[in-house]
């Protein structure tokens, strides 16, 4: 199943995608609360369906039975505007040079254990949100990523019970002003700025939960740029999986529901420019589009 952020009529809404189509979670949940005089969840973000989702599949049996065919005409949000599936609270988690090739094009060995940084949630945009190319930049890289959603909260976390803390897929791009990361790093000065720009972070467009993935080490993944592809590469060519990636994580930092890890990118980074077109595809999640403005 899919999960989505979207907004409707100004308000910031999640829902999620049954038999193709969009429903208002929280439509449900309230509706059929009041016709069986109980008490269901509130579904305010992509955290709460996350911490609930036992509920959201309870919800989805019970609204089919009382409303029949009636039930998608009556949830379906028409048109939605997807916003990013994340909230401002949420941590992201970076991986550097996690697969060999683009270690090698960046002049460095594969590191001999996950090289790790952060992303503020602020940064984050949306499918079809403008990547905004900073006055200040003169080379901008985008770079496909394989994002891991966090669904259960973990500290210390064996790598044997990792892949129970996860909760789905999405795809990221993590964009870098390449020649400011290369400048600090001579001067020994973490990458921070390079990373952590306005506009920095297109992810999405929604989650794929992890039953529909079941290997997520065999996935297929690309970046065009105004239709020519740029990056291609696979996700069984990371050099830490996913759950190898959890576990060391957790070994300094709990992890929460809604956080995000960043599993690294694959080789062909190569500078945009202001009006490009950049679409990052993963197999079995589907694309993230975004302009550069």
Same mark, same amino acid.
């Given at each position: 199943m899919r999960v &989505?952020?979207?907004?409707?009529?100004?308000?910031?809404?999640?829902g999620v995608f049954y038999k193709g189509k969009l429903i208002d979670i929280d439509l449900v949940s309230e509706i059929i609360g009041h016709k069986l005089d109980k008490e269901f969840p509130a579904f305010f973000n992509v955290v709460d369906i996350i911490e609930q989702w036992e509920y959201v599949e309870k919800l989805i049996e019970k609204g089919e039975k009382l409303f029949k065919s009636e039930f998608l005409k009556f949830f379906e949000v028409k048109n939605p505007l997807l916003t990013a599936p994340i909230i401002r609270e949420s941590k992201i988690v970076c991986l550097g040079k996690n697969y060999a090739e683009h270690a090698k094009e960046t002049g460095s060995k594969p590191p001999e254990e996950p090289i790790i940084f952060g992303k503020f949630a602020d940064c984050v945009i949306s499918h079809d949100e403008e990547i905004i190319y900073p006055d200040f930049a003169t080379r901008v890289?985008?770079?496909?990523?394989? &994002? $891991?959603?966090? #669904?259960?909260?973990?500290?210390?976390?064996?790598?044997?019970?990792?892949?129970?803390?996860?909760? #789905? /897929?999405?795809i990221a791009n993590d964009v870098t002003e390449r020649e400011l990361e290369y400048a600090d790093m001579k001067k020994g000065w973490? =990458? /921070?700025?390079?990373?952590?720009?306005? &506009?920095?972070?297109?992810l999405g467009p =929604?989650?794929?939960?992890?039953?529909?993935?079941?290997?997520?080490?065999?996935?297929?993944?690309?970046?065009? $740029?105004?239709?020519?592809?740029r990056q291609k590469g696979n996700t069984k060519d990371m050099i830490f999986k996913i759950n190898e990636l959890v576990s060391f994580i957790t070994k300094y930092i709990t992890l929460y529901p809604g956080d995000v890890i960043s599993t690294g990118t694959v080789s062909g980074i190569a500078p945009i420019e202001r009006g490009d077109e950049i679409v990052c595809k993963i197999e079995k999640i589907g694309e993230l589009r975004n302009k550069v403005i």
């Open positions: &989505a952020s979207f907004e409707s009529k100004g308000i910031e809404k999640v890289d985008p770079e496909v990523e394989l &994002a $891991v959603i966090i #669904g259960k909260q973990g500290k210390d976390v064996d790598a044997e019970e990792a892949m129970d803390h996860v909760f #789905g /897929y999405t973490p =990458w /921070y700025r390079s990373k952590n720009f306005d &506009a920095a972070m297109p =929604w989650i794929v939960t992890k039953d529909e993935i079941p290997n997520p080490h065999n996935l297929e993944i690309e970046l065009s $740029v105004n239709g020519k592809v």
